[in-house]
């Protein structure tokens, strides 16, 4: 039998804020345990919790950037279970009436566009952390750390749209991008402020009713999703193929060993008892609030991409690199806008994408720096790929210009001028760098005559090695040629 997989993700997304959702005790990462809490978000009896309205706005945000329906009026509620990492035995969430609901995002995979349904997004508090481990060592005990309780989430819910764990992976990565953009979240899932779980069953293909669902935690990677994924579909395949019944249950991804283990029953609604929260007031949003809300959202990844292959003649490969990060399309416009006037941008966009895309995000990636922070400006970047242009240098010796532009903060113009690197144009000492290598490389010099067009690189890199990587590229390739046509004396 032939079975297709039905898939739908929970994104779990924390919301950028100093502050956690019903209290004043910050959100900031890596503190020492439980040294970020107060009696609200630890729970102590008779507090009462203040909305953090920041929170609010930057969800409704979202739902506008992801099409969805944002309600004029929602509620929180209680969601009632009793865990270690959860101090008032509930969790403050929405249940009825969420503040958003009926969206969608596209994204395109193996060039064919899937539109993906959202089916609600909503907020919620977070839940404190349980630590079974100190670095490698194991205890014998449970440790609670409370910091993250109270952190503000939002939980993007989707449809179940996705087939494949290949498309649940560009779901998750296209949502972060977009995300990223409307800089409501940095979406880091090592640090955990982007956490996904998957709801994944099988049905016969052809079939329309929805099979029994396992619901897979503990993916922190684009890659544990894929994998997670794949493990669960073909182990359900398996159980069905021998004759078992899948039970509708939550289970756990286990990365080295590279399966999924079983950790309980999945709960119904019902087994959490929700009923509104009683110390919340409701949310109201009228149509002008949105309004406003609507334009702050900034210009979204598949609009740069058009804009850049429009405007600047960009490849499909150069837009995607380039706006997958917003502070790397921001460093990559200004350094454009910076250096060149509107009317030459076109004919330096390539050139600058090259850079971007290569040599300077290599850096920022082997470093772990974001664009933004990069301590080569994009002025500076735009001053360099403008002597390259006008011929100063070669793109070789750019290169050992960028390296010391990145670890002194120089200006290209003043390590080129200090080191003497200028470009060697002189015609009349390419010629003779030309004849010496001509004569040194007699095989190489009359394959090419002989109609091999290759050669003449080993030619050119010889005269390069000659003027130790001064000479114009282009007029030494235009000087062997002439040399190379005329009759041997």
């Known amino acids: 039998m032939e079975f297709e997989s039905v898939i739908g993700l929970e994104v779990h997304v924390q919301i950028k804020t100093r502050t956690k959702i019903f209290c004043g005790c910050p959100t900031t990462f890596g503190g020492e345990p439980n040294s970020q809490i107060c009696p609200v ?31 004029s009026h929602s509620i929180f509620a209680r969601k009632q279970y009793f865990y270690p990492d959860l101090p008032k035995n509930y969790q403050i969430s929405q249940y009825e009436l969420p503040l958003a609901e009926k969206g969608e995002l596209s994204f395109t995979l193996d060039g064919q566009t899937r539109t993906i349904g959202i089916h609600r997004i909503h907020l919620e508090e977070d839940a404190g952390k349980l630590l079974h481990a100190v670095g490698n060592k194991a ?22 749209d996705l087939r494949t764990p290949e498309e649940a992976s560009e779901y998750l990565s296209t949502l972060r991008t977009r995300l990223r953009y409307l800089d ?19 049905r016969p293909r052809g079939q329309t009713s929805l099979g029994t669902k396992a619901e897979i935690k503990n ?40 399966v999924t283990i079983s950790m309980r029953s999945k709960e119904e609604a019902h087994d959490y008892r929700y009923f509104p929260e009683p110390d919340l007031v409701p949310i109201h949003l009228d149509a002008a609030a949105l309004e406003d809300l609507r334009k702050t959202i900034p210009e979204m990844p598949e ?11 960009l490849s499909a490969y150069d837009v995607n690199v380039l706006t997958e990060n917003p502070s790397l399309s921001g460093y990559y416009e200004e350094t454009l806008t910076s250096s060149w ?27 772990h720096i974001d664009p933004a922070d990069s301590p080569l400006t994009p002025a500076r970047l735009g001053e360099l790929v403008m002597l390259i242009q006008d011929g100063v240098i070669s793109g070789k010796i750019a290169k050992t210009v960028f390296d010391e532009m990145w670890t002194t903060g120089r200006a290209a113009k003043d390590i080129v001028q200090a080191k003497g690197l200028v470009q060697v144009t002189d015609e009349g000492a390419i010629a003779r760098w030309a004849d010496e290598v001509i004569s040194a490389n007699e ?24 003027s130790a990587g001064k000479a114009n590229p282009q007029l030494v390739n235009k000087i062997l040629r002439e040399k190379l046509s005329s009759k041997p004396s």
């Open 41 to 71: 978000c630890a729970g102590y009896p008779g507090v009462l919790p203040v909305l953090n309205r920041k929170v609010v706005r930057e969800l409704a945000r979202t739902a506008l950037a992801l099409k969805a329906r944002v309600n």
């Open 139 to 160: 205890l014998n005990h449970t440790l609670v750390d409370l910091n993250r309780t109270g952190v503000p989430l939002m939980e993007i819910v989707s449809e179940p």
């Open 184 to 202: 409501v979240s940095d979406c880091n899932m090592e640090e955990g402020t982007m956490r996904c779980d998957a709801n994944v069953s099988i």
């Open 219 to 258: 993916m922190n990677s684009f890659k544990a999703v894929r994998d997670a994924l794949s493990h669960e579909i073909r182990r359900q395949e398996q159980a069905v193929q021998a004759g078992e019944r899948i039970v509708q249950e939550t289970r756990l991804w286990d990365a080295a060993r590279g």
């Open 303 to 313: 609009q740069k991409r058009a804009r850049y292959a429009d405007q600047w003649g």
């Open 341 to 367: 006037p509107s009317e030459q941008q076109a004919e330096a966009a390539k050139p600058v994408a090259n850079w971007v895309t290569t040599d300077l995000l290599g850096r920022l990636n082997a470093e």
């Open 443 to 466: 095989k190489a010099a009359r394959e090419y005559r002989e109609g091999n067009e290759r050669a003449i690189g080993a030619l050119v890199g010889a005269v390069l090695k000659k």
